[in-house]
């Protein structure tokens, strides 16, 4: 068994693919499949099953993606931890987070970390906040940021608040609501909705005020792609309870308004309470403690 067989099943596994996977690797898909095939002849077992579409874990493939995480991870603190005895800091960084979080500028966030420390390799993996959490629990992640409350972090993570989030309504130029100052749930009845998926920080926050005004979601549209949701919504197939970052970020094309009551979700910088933290994941959680203390 070699450690980039390892790397591979675990590339296949999170991208559900392995031409996407290659790509992420840089590398042809045949190469990647051939040493999946030979990794999986290794443990005799089959650990992925794969269709025309996508390939999906087996129950032996989800036990051998847990542990692989967790030795590759092992594997780049130790090489991070020799460089770093010889005053060098490089590695890999993997961060999770939706764009736009909260008003925190992730692109650029991510640009000045890459400045101050070019050796280290940054990757973005977006996501829900419930997605972010299982991939701090797997480790497939070292730091995210998500709209999290205090009170919903598990034991096993520790986070600082960067924030919050207002969530309004946006919708298609020309619709009625948009001659509003602000709209109420309740004004939300009978109308088509474009939402996050299930597991969405705002999909929860967005379910709980429909129910306390006794509002059933009419559902035309899911997606976590803030990209199709706009097109989607500028369409006019339904509206959408998105944050405001989001909304303002959309540009024009766009009309938002603020809801009553108001819905605001708190921003969070989270990682793993106990985990070892490899040199780059440390300096990167100084780095957004510092930018965060010195926004406040």
């Known amino acids: 068994m070699e450690l980039r067989q390892l790397r591979y099943f675990a590339a296949v596994a999170r991208r559900g693919n392995f031409t996407r996977a290659a790509e992420e690797l840089h590398l042809a898909q045949s190469a990647v ?58 590695g890999r960084l993997v961060v999770g987070g939706m764009l736009p979080s909260g008003g925190m500028d992730m692109p650029a966030l991510l640009l000045r ?57 946006a919708m298609a130029p020309g619709d009625e609501l948009g001659a509003r100052k602000r709209v109420r749930f309740v004004d939300l009845r009978g109308r088509s ?20 005004a006794h509002v059933t979601m009419r559902m035309a549209f899911e997606t976590n792609d803030l990209s199709m949701m706009r097109a989607v919504i500028t369409r006019g197939l339904g509206v959408a309870v998105v944050p405001e970052t989001v909304a303002e970020w959309a540009g024009p094309g766009l009309v938002w308004r603020p809801l009553s009551p108001s819905v605001r979700r708190s921003v969070a910088f989270v990682w793993r309470r106990a985990r070892h933290q490899p040199p780059a994941a440390t300096a990167f959680i100084d780095f957004v403690r510092e930018v965060a203390a010195g926004e406040r």
């Open 33 to 90: 499949s051939q040493q999946v095939r030979r990794l999986e002849r290794e443990l005799g077992v089959e650990l992925l099953l794969r269709t025309t579409r996508r390939v999906e874990l087996t129950e032996a493939g989800s036990i051998a993606l847990t542990r692989a995480t967790r030795a590759l991870s092992e594997v780049d603190a130790l090489v991070s931890e020799l460089d770093e005895l010889s005053g060098l800091l490089r």
């Open 113 to 169: 970390f890459n400045r101050l420390h070019p050796g280290v390799e940054v990757q973005l993996r977006e996501g829900t906040a419930a997605e972010m959490v299982d991939r701090l629990r797997g480790d497939e992640i070292d730091a995210a940021i998500a709209m999290l409350e205090p009170d919903e972090l598990p034991e096993f993570l520790v986070g600082e608040r960067l924030g919050e989030e207002r969530l309004v309504l």
């Open 193 to 212: 909705f474009v939402a996050f998926r299930p597991g969405s920080a705002v999909r929860g926050a967005v379910d709980r005020a429909l129910a306390e």
